[in-house]
């Protein structure tokens, strides 16, 4: 089991920036796939990034591609989501999941352990 949190949400105008972080613990860092989702108010849970385990792979949603960057420090154990040009459609809660295997998914259910989420609110 992987324990996450993430950190790093926020209220940010139009156009500005943020970047999030998830801390991991548990599994060995770097010996599985993780992910970003977010979910709006009324709406599903939606993909916007993941990374596969060796870092080499990356998934974006067309939505946020070009402007969301996702990255790792493995010494730190933390994935993060640099978010550029936010947008107010991008207003959500965002999660960070990871998975059991190895892979770079874009599917929620197939993600196993998730942390508690961060708000992120863009005013226009």
């Known amino acids: 089991q992987v324990q996450l949190v993430e950190s790093g949400g926020g209220l940010v105008q139009a156009g500005g920036s943020l970047r999030l972080s998830c801390a991991a613990s548990g599994r060995t860092f770097g010996s599985y796939g993780m992910g970003w989702f977010r979910q709006a108010p009324g709406k599903d849970r939606e993909f916007v990034s993941a990374m596969s385990a060796s870092g080499r792979i990356t998934n974006y949603a067309d939505s946020v591609k070009g402007r969301f960057t996702i990255s790792r420090d493995v010494a730190k154990n933390t994935m993060y989501l640099q978010m550029d040009s936010l947008k107010p459609e991008d207003t959500a809660v965002y999660y960070c999941?990871?998975?059991?295997?190895?892979?770079?998914?874009?599917?929620?259910?197939?993600?196993?352990?998730w942390g508690q989420g961060t708000q992120v609110t863009v005013s226009s």
């Open positions: 999941a990871a998975s059991k295997g190895p892979l770079a998914l874009r599917t929620a259910n197939l993600y196993d352990d």
